[in-house]
């Protein structure tokens, strides 16, 4: 079932989401939303999987059929669709819907959206959402079709097999894992600095033509928001379809999260 941002009006750029449903409303479907609205796009969201948490802890998840989940998004993308952006993909059927959403969208007439991947593997509690099955479909399956990532600094590490207190010691060390990600087919890597030890947070871009470091506000030591990985990869996927400089919509991201929160995703 698709909701459309109804105050936008109708030449808004659409952003198809497909994430997971918090029933807190603090990250997720909402928290997409919210961005969208922010961004000044319309966000059409589908629903990948239900979760049970109050905002500092998930105490169960379930995943939607695949049928359904693709059923929707096929219906939504009836209408064009200017950007992608995934969200809580919770088991390796969720991804295999997205791969094939993704090929069926670039071989019709309007050709692919522009598609952010927000790598979901762990609620912000640490309680783990994609096995280590799950992730190997994500980089064998999902990755080589060319999304943008934005993975946070816990996130490039699992995916990358690079050891996470690594890549708090200096910014290098998060280009060298990001390059890994562009070697297995991904367009470009978003690394959010909002788990790192620096200050001010830089986001880095790292393309195969070139890396942009994106300085955000000061870091307040403790402070985390709930569901800002959402917020900031829904943002940069509706500005992204707004202007389509993907460093453009990275530094409007990076700056729209200081000015909410205070921090990086």
């Given at each position: 079932m698709g909701r459309v941002s109804a105050p936008l009006i109708q030449s808004a750029p659409r952003v198809l989401?497909?994430?997971g449903h918090d029933p807190s409303a603090g990250a997720g479907l909402h928290a997409d939303l919210e961005a969208c609205d922010a961004a000044g796009a319309r966000a059409v969201l589908v629903p990948t999987a239900w979760t049970e948490q109050d905002g500092s802890r998930v105490w169960a998840l379930r995943s939607r059929g695949a049928g359904w989940v693709l059923g929707e998004a096929l219906a939504a993308s009836l209408e064009p669709i200017?950007?992608?952006k995934t969200g809580l993909l919770a088991d390796v059927a969720a991804i295999e819907i997205v791969t094939e959403l993704i090929q069926r969208l670039g071989s019709s007439a309007r050709g692919a959206p522009r598609v952010v991947v927000d790598p979901v593997l762990a609620a912000s509690g640490g309680e783990p959402f994609l096995d280590a099955q799950g992730m190997r479909a994500l980089l064998e399956r999902l990755?080589?079709?060319?999304p943008v990532l934005t993975p946070n600094l816990d996130e490039l590490a699992r995916l990358t097999g690079v050891d996470r207190r690594a890549l708090d010691?200096?910014?290098d060390e998060r280009v060298d894992a990001a390059r890994r990600l562009l070697a297995l087919g991904a367009s470009a890597i978003v690394v959010k600095g909002g788990?790192?030890?620096?200050?001010p947070i830089t986001d880095l871009l790292v393309e195969p033509q070139g890396l942009h470091a994106i300085q955000g506000g000061a870091?307040?030591?403790g402070r985390r928001m709930h569901?800002?990985?959402c917020r900031h990869a829904s943002f940069l996927a509706a500005r992204w379809a707004l202007h389509s400089s993907l460093e453009r919509a990275a530094r409007e991201a990076q700056a729209w999260m200081g000015r909410q929160f205070g921090a990086g995703g």
């Open positions: 989401i497909l994430a200017d950007a992608l990755v080589p079709l060319g010691e200096g910014l788990h790192g030890t620096e200050s870091r307040y030591p569901g800002s990985g």
